[in-house]
Structure formats: structure tokens, C-alpha cells
């Protein structure tokens, strides 16, 4: 099995994330850098807790082929190859439906970061994409172009969240990095001005009114 000690890995890693409430069900996908021509990626509708590392699918870079892995891989495969494309210094992709931030992509507004410690891991701010349905060339195209030097993490409207990392490690700690960057700003708002706060909870119920006969995307 090529890169076994790899995608044992990523089993390992998305276990940890469905245990923190990152990854449920199917939902959510991962992606990793291996050797110059290949990617490794979570595959299309299949549990975490009873995935395995012979189900982690093995994508060739140079035409997109699957040529290892015993499942389809994940729907949102060429989104990953796009982002790393993007982002040639990271080896991990990771894409969440962990419920803070996928709460805040309703807002369609790109994430300011507060505080020294989240802005060294996400940046000054964390940008939305708009809509699009999962699985799709248009969400791929629209999060590939979104990524560059300076951009660690990725908002998805009504679609979680993209973070990349050097490692998968770093690409995990962003993650929970971004779940609480949204916390603070749910936070913020409750101590805010009251002006202030029906503003935020304004935009909050018409984007909510505006999502609901949306399908809900649910990427495997």
C-alpha cells in the first residue's frame, strides 16, 4: 500500500477531529501532500470511526487520477488540489463543518482576528467565499483562488471552513485556532453596545432568512 504511514495518519487525525465535534458523520474532508506528484484524501461517504487506511484514496497531481484506494475519494477532492496548488510551501488541507465558524460563514462576511496569538495563526483576517454547492468547480475554483502566501484559513459560506498548514498538525491547530477567532466575535457582540448588538443580530436573522431554502451542503 503506497504511503501507508501517511494515511494512517490521516484516519488518526480525523478521528481526533470527529471526537472534538469538527467532523460529523461524513461531513468534512482532509487532504495531504505526498512526494511530488501525489495527494492522499479522505474518501466520499464513508464514517471516520470506521474508516481505515486502506480507504484513504491516493490522487496522482499531475492528471487527477485516483490510483490507489479502495473507495471513491471525497467529493471535494479537487478543491484540495486547487488550495495546494495555491499554497506550494503546505503539505495539509483540512475542510471542517466544526459549528462556531460554520455558524459565522452565514454572516458572508470575511473574519477580522482579535488578539496576537490567533492573528500569528490565521493572519490579520480570515476571508468568505461565496456560496456554491459542494463537490463542485465552482467552489473548488472560487477557495483555490482565494488562497495565497498570506492566507492560512478559508470561510465557506453555509460550508464550514478550509485550513492549510505546513503539516497536518498545523493545519488541526488552525482549525481550532478559527473556532475560537468566531467564538471571541459571538463573544464580543454579547457585551457589545446595544445598538450594536441588534445590528449583528439584524444581519444574523436575514442571513438566516436568506440561507433557509438552501440545501445544506454536507462535502464527503
Do not use: W
Not at 454572516?107 to 482579535?114: C, I, N, R
Amino acid at each position: 500500500m503506497m504511503f501507508q504511514q501517511a494515511r494512517e495518519t490521516i484516519v488518526e487525525t480525523c478521528i481526533n477531529l470527529a471526537d472534538r465535534g469538527y467532523l460529523a458523520g461524513t461531513g468534512g474532508n482532509m487532504a495531504l501532500r505526498a512526494g511530488e506528484d501525489h495527494m492522499l484524501v479522505t474518501p466520499s461517504g464513508v464514517d471516520y470511526y470506521t474508516m481505515g487506511a486502506g480507504d484513504i484514496c491516493v490522487i496522482r497531481l499531475s492528471d487527477h487520477q485516483q490510483v490507489e484506494g479502495e473507495m471513491e475519494a471525497s467529493v471535494e477532492s479537487g478543491m484540495h488540489v486547487r488550495v495546494l496548488a495555491a499554497r506550494p510551501d503546505c503539505l495539509a488541507s483540512v475542510h471542517t463543518h466544526q459549528p462556531i465558524a460554520s455558524a459565522y460563514t452565514l454572516l458572508a462576511a470575511a473574519l477580522a482576528v482579535k488578539g496576537n496569538s490567533l492573528r500569528l495563526m490565521l493572519g490579520a483576517e480570515v476571508p468568505c467565499v461565496a456560496y456554491a454547492p459542494s463537490g463542485t468547480g465552482m467552489l473548488a475554483r472560487k477557495v483555490g483562488k482565494i488562497f495565497n502566501a498570506t492566507t492560512h484559513a478559508c470561510l465557506m459560506r453555509n460550508h464550514g471552513v478550509v485550513c492549510v498548514g505546513t503539516s497536518i498538525d498545523e493545519a488541526v491547530s488552525r482549525v481550532a485556532a478559527l473556532e475560537s477567532a468566531c467564538a471571541d466575535f459571538f463573544r464580543s457582540n454579547q457585551v457589545a453596545s446595544p445598538p450594536e448588538r441588534e445590528q449583528t443580530g439584524t444581519l444574523i436573522r436575514q442571513t438566516l432568512q436568506a440561507v433557509a431554502n438552501q440545501p445544506l451542503s454536507s462535502s464527503r
